[in-house]
């Protein structure tokens, strides 16, 4: 009988659902949008990936927890491939993985760069806390590459910004 | 030389330009004026060295001869590299540091966003993927351009300097490459002619509205060689390869 490879590729799938973002524990992999293809041919399973940002220290962590994960489920050969085009974006992020990242204190990202207007100035980035529009960048740069450091003017509190990309 | 060799050249040029300047700001650890600043040049460096991994990986797969991006970054000589004298500069102070980064950063937020519509698709979708980061870089050394222009006296007299120092290196940066002509030809990379053109407007308004002057032009020096700094650069970043050949960990 032919093995139903669908099946398993769907199996595979499922189990990436589990797998969290190493910085973002409250999102997963899937969440993330990182995964674009997963084909296995009775052999060798491949699994597609598109890095999130270029330098992003957590891809080779990504990589290293797909193959442990799939090593577990029984894959010996699980070959993970990197694609830069088309580029990955933050548009990819789910709409249930923006919330959880607000509920988690992380502004989700907005549409804040324009790629056909370089210099245009940044938007008001909204508290995940309270709402308020009253805040103000700290460091275009924070504790990952893909957040930005902002505080809030109204509750005070800081507040990390996942960057629009 | 075919379109397989200028392509390969060109994307070297791209790759070193970005591991070079990559590394210099590496240097920047700990040394930054304030944590956040650390950090910020820290996340730059990141930036610059992903970008140069991505496109010396490409180059080596164009090239065909085997070489990685770790070939090409750690087991060639200083005549072989082929970035931008400006980003070889040693970093003198942060206006310095934030001059050059703002030079750099204008003109790939043009370039990339131009070399996106390239009818080379790998190149197209890392410059897709590299603007938006270079987007973020701009809006930072802008802001800093300004706040340092418009600052004490001490902080506009260091970013005018810092302009001054580099302004010789713009020439270089700004002229067509050897064999550059045929690639533009064929839709795989952006005029620079039209480049250098938008990049002198976007930095003289920036400058402008900084309450900085524009450095006086007219200082070209010839393309051929390298500054002597790329040479003591080299000799630290591939030291580890240099001695122990082959070492991974």
Same mark, same amino acid.
């Given at each position: 009988?032919?093995? @139903?490879?669908?099946?398993?590729?769907?199996?595979?799938?499922?189990?990436?659902?589990?797998?969290?973002?190493?910085?973002?524990?409250?999102?997963?992999?899937?969440?993330?949008?990182?995964?674009?293809?997963?084909?296995?041919?009775?052999?060798?399973?491949?699994?597609?990936?598109?890095?999130? *940002?270029?330098?992003?220290?957590?891809?080779?962590?990504?990589?290293?927890?797909?193959?442990?994960?799939?090593?577990?489920?029984?894959? @010996?050969?699980?070959?993970?491939?990197?694609?830069?085009?088309?580029?990955?974006?933050?548009?990819?992020?789910?709409?249930?993985?923006?919330?959880?990242?607000?509920?988690?204190?992380?502004?989700?990202?907005?549409? @804040?760069?324009?790629?056909?207007?370089?210099?245009?100035?940044?938007?008001?980035?909204?508290?995940?806390?309270?709402?308020?529009?009253?805040?103000?960048?700290?460091?275009?740069?924070?504790?990952?590459?893909?957040?930005?450091?902002?505080?809030?003017?109204?509750?005070?509190?800081?507040?990390?910004?996942?960057?629009?990309? | 030389?075919?379109?397989?060799?200028?392509?390969?050249? *060109?994307?070297?040029?791209?790759?070193?330009?970005? !591991?070079? !300047? $990559?590394?210099?700001?590496?240097?920047?650890?700990?040394? $930054?004026?304030?944590?956040?600043?650390?950090?910020?040049?820290?996340?730059?460096?990141?930036?610059?060295?992903?970008?140069?991994?991505?496109?010396?990986?490409?180059?080596?797969?164009?090239?065909?001869?085997?070489?990685?991006?770790?070939?090409?970054?750690?087991?060639?000589?200083?005549?072989?590299?082929?970035?931008?004298?400006?980003?070889?500069?040693?970093?003198?102070?942060?206006?310095?540091?934030?001059?050059?980064?703002?030079?750099? @950063?204008?003109?790939?937020?043009?370039?990339?966003?131009?070399?996106?519509?390239?009818?080379?698709?790998?190149?197209?979708?890392?410059?897709?993927?590299?603007?938006?980061?270079?987007?973020?870089?701009?809006?930072? =050394?802008?802001?800093?351009?300004?706040? !340092? $222009?418009?600052?004490?006296?001490?902080?506009?007299?260091?970013?005018?300097?810092?302009?001054?120092?580099?302004?010789?290196?713009?020439?270089?940066?700004?002229?067509?490459?050897?064999?550059?002509?045929?690639?533009?030809? *064929?839709?795989?990379?952006?005029?620079?002619?039209?480049?250098?053109?938008?990049?002198?407007?976007?930095?003289?308004?920036?400058?402008?509205?900084?309450?900085?002057?524009?450095?006086?032009? $007219?200082?070209?020096?010839?393309? =051929?060689?390298?500054?002597?700094?790329?040479?003591?650069?080299?000799?630290?970043?591939?030291?580890?390869?240099?001695?122990?050949?082959?070492?991974?960990?």
């Amino acid at each position: 009988m032919q093995p @139903d490879f669908i099946g398993i590729e769907e199996l595979v799938w499922e189990r990436l659902s589990l797998i969290p973002d190493p910085e973002v524990p409250v999102i997963s992999i899937l969440d993330l949008g990182v995964v674009r293809k997963v084909r296995y041919d009775g052999n060798t399973l491949e699994i597609v990936i598109t890095p999130t *940002y270029t330098g992003c220290p957590a891809m080779s962590l990504f990589v290293a927890e797909i193959k442990a994960a799939m090593h577990d489920q029984g894959f @010996d050969e699980v070959e993970i491939k990197t694609v830069y085009s088309p580029p990955w974006t933050t548009d990819w992020l789910s709409p249930v993985a923006k919330e959880k990242l607000r509920q988690y204190g992380i502004a989700p990202p907005v549409k @804040d760069i324009d790629p056909d207007n370089p210099f245009a100035l940044a938007p008001v980035i909204p508290c995940p806390r309270c709402d308020s529009e009253d805040t103000k960048l700290i460091s275009q740069f924070g504790a990952t590459a893909c957040k930005s450091l902002y505080s809030c003017n109204s509750c005070k509190e800081p507040f990390e910004y996942f960057k629009h990309f | 030389m075919d379109t397989q060799q200028a392509l390969f050249q *060109y994307c070297l040029r791209l790759g070193d330009t970005n !591991l070079i !300047l $990559g590394h210099r700001l590496s240097e920047m650890c700990s040394r $930054g004026p304030m944590l956040e600043e650390d950090i910020a040049l820290t996340n730059f460096a990141l930036d610059h060295i992903g970008q140069a991994e991505a496109l010396l990986k490409y180059a080596g797969e164009v090239e065909g001869k085997g070489r990685s991006e770790d070939d090409l970054s750690y087991l060639r000589p200083v005549e072989e590299f082929c970035n931008w004298r400006l980003v070889e500069q040693p970093n003198t102070d942060f206006a310095f540091v934030i001059a050059r980064q703002f030079m750099v @950063d204008v003109y790939q937020c043009l370039f990339y966003q131009k070399l996106q519509k390239s009818n080379n698709e790998i190149l197209a979708g890392m410059a897709g993927r590299f603007l938006k980061e270079s987007i973020y870089h701009q809006r930072h =050394t802008s802001a800093w351009v300004q706040r !340092l $222009g418009l600052g004490t006296a001490e902080s506009h007299r260091r970013i005018q300097k810092a302009f001054n120092d580099l302004w010789k290196h713009t020439p270089e940066m700004l002229s067509a490459k050897p064999n550059e002509k045929m690639l533009v030809d *064929y839709g795989i990379a952006p005029d620079p002619e039209e480049l250098a053109l938008d990049w002198t407007v976007q930095v003289i308004r920036v400058i402008t509205q900084s309450g900085l002057r524009r450095p006086a032009d $007219g200082f070209v020096e010839s393309y =051929t060689a390298h500054t002597e700094h790329l040479g003591h650069l080299l000799a630290e970043m591939q030291y580890l390869q240099r001695a122990y050949p082959g070492a991974k960990w």
